[in-house]
């Protein structure tokens, strides 16, 4: 399915509800490649070893040095 995704007038965007509920998910990774927008979803399988990801890595978040995201995925849990 191709739509066209309208920014807010704090730049954000909706993911569509037939997206999300196809993916069983409310989280998803934004990647840019060249002049493209990458959006895939976040699904975590604990049974499946999972390329580490980092999220937060401004300077503000954890020094600088970002969190990991299944340390992240832990914190939200709680």
Not at 7 to 15: A, Y
Not at 19 to 47: H, V
Request: charged share 35%; no cysteine; proline share 4%.
């Amino acid at each position: 399915m191709t739509t066209i995704l309208k920014t807010t007038s704090k730049g954000q965007i909706t993911i569509p509800v037939e997206w999300r509920r196809l993916f069983d998910t409310n989280q998803f990774i934004a990647t840019t490649k060249g002049d493209k927008l990458e959006i895939k979803p976040l699904i975590l399988d604990e049974k499946k070893p999972e390329k580490e990801l980092t999220v937060f890595d401004a300077i503000r978040d954890n020094k600088g040095l970002g969190i990991k995201a299944k340390d992240l995925v832990k914190l939200l849990k709680k």
